[in-house]
């Protein structure tokens, strides 16, 4: 994370592949899965790609165990995504229908869990809606899999993945 925030060609050389991809699928809609920093990464990219004559449509943006709640990580957003002089951030414009933030209270990435008060709804009028599972990797409420393997993945018509 440091190397992120504080390194522009590090920073540049972890967005590109997203940026490409999302850019590669502009003309369909978007469901964009994103986990712990990814979540950041994410956010940063959307917020440039939203300033594109014709960006990408994320229909729903699907944060999980995400630390963009934590003050450490707030301070950075409004450099990162050029936007110095914002007072409260807000939802990325390309994200046009939901933003999901998924955590689980004993995932000590995302101390704090409700992103629905730090982040302001963009033009769409979307701001992330927490919710709130029970992650059940072994040991590891962090994890990925166990985020995916939540039922609130198959809510909302994603296929829950299985080993």
Same mark, same amino acid.
């Given at each position: 994370?440091?190397?992120?925030?504080?390194?522009?060609?590090?920073?540049?050389?972890?967005?590109?592949?997203?940026?490409?991809?999302?850019?590669?699928?502009?003309?369909?809609?978007?469901?964009?899965?994103?986990?712990?920093?990814?979540?950041?990464?994410?956010?940063?990219?959307?917020?440039?790609?939203?300033?594109?004559?014709?960006?990408?449509?994320?229909?729903? $943006?699907?944060?999980?165990?995400?630390?963009?709640?934590?003050?450490?990580?707030?301070?950075?957003?409004?450099?990162?995504?050029?936007?110095?002089?914002?007072?409260?951030?807000?939802?990325?414009?390309?994200?046009?229908?939901? $933003?999901?933030?998924?955590?689980?209270?004993?995932?000590?990435?995302?101390?704090?869990?409700?992103?629905?008060?730090?982040?302001?709804?963009?033009?769409?009028?979307?701001?992330?809606?927490?919710?709130?599972?029970?992650?059940?990797?072994?040991?590891?409420?962090?994890?990925?899999?166990?985020?995916? $393997?939540?039922?609130?993945?198959?809510?909302?018509?994603?296929?829950?993945?299985?080993?």
């Amino acid at each position: 994370m440091h190397h992120y925030f504080h390194d522009p060609s590090y920073q540049q050389a972890v967005e590109q592949p997203l940026i490409k991809l999302l850019n590669q699928y502009q003309h369909r809609p978007i469901i964009l899965l994103s986990h712990s920093m990814g979540t950041v990464i994410a956010y940063n990219v959307l917020h440039q790609l939203s300033r594109q004559t014709t960006p990408p449509q994320i229909s729903t $943006w699907f944060t999980f165990g995400s630390p963009l709640g934590l003050t450490s990580v707030k301070g950075f957003l409004p450099k990162i995504t050029q936007q110095p002089n914002v007072k409260k951030l807000a939802t990325p414009d390309c994200v046009t229908e939901q $933003w999901i933030n998924v955590s689980d209270k004993t995932d000590i990435v995302c101390i704090d869990h409700d992103l629905s008060d730090d982040y302001l709804a963009n033009r769409h009028h979307i701001k992330p809606q927490d919710c709130y599972i029970t992650n059940d990797y072994p040991g590891n409420s962090h994890k990925s899999y166990g985020y995916l $393997w939540s039922d609130v993945i198959a809510k909302y018509g994603i296929p829950k993945v299985t080993l």
